[in-house]
């Protein structure tokens, strides 16, 4: 089953933004962490970014750190990613993720619910 909804990708220039979206119908993004992660065409899927909901406090990946953020004006039961001067190295698809008793934790088996994965392409 697929709890959590993604929306946003596509295809951008390198240099480009994008934002994504991930929406949980019927629930409340207000009592759990929610984490993004993307897996590249021939590699393992990695952490990104991730929330605490409780108190806003965010966890980024090294790689992202002052291009990518997690807006503090989310929706209760929508997360977002907004991803600025994207790389081309970083075509891949996209995972939301959602957990109920963890804070925003990096390890992707902390994390019970996921998106279905949304494309992102950026051009060289």
């Known amino acids: 089953q697929v709890v959590l909804v993604e929306s946003g990708g596509g295809l951008v220039q390198a240099g480009g933004s994008l934002r994504l979206s991930c929406a949980a119908p019927?629930?409340?993004?207000?009592?759990?962490?929610a984490g993004w992660f993307r897996q590249a065409p021939g590699k393992e899927r990695e952490f990104v970014a991730a929330?605490?909901?409780?108190?806003?406090?965010?966890n980024y990946a090294d790689s992202v750190k002052g291009r990518f953020t997690i807006p503090g004006d989310n929706a209760k039961n929508t997360v977002y990613l907004q991803m600025n001067n994207l790389k081309h190295e970083e075509t891949a698809v996209y995972y939301c993720a959602a957990t109920n008793y963890y804070g925003a934790t990096s390890n992707q088996n902390d994390y019970a619910y996921w998106g279905q994965g949304n494309q992102v392409t950026v051009s060289s």
């Open positions: 929330i605490t909901r409780s108190v806003g406090s965010t």
């Open positions: 019927g629930r409340t993004f207000s009592s759990y962490a």
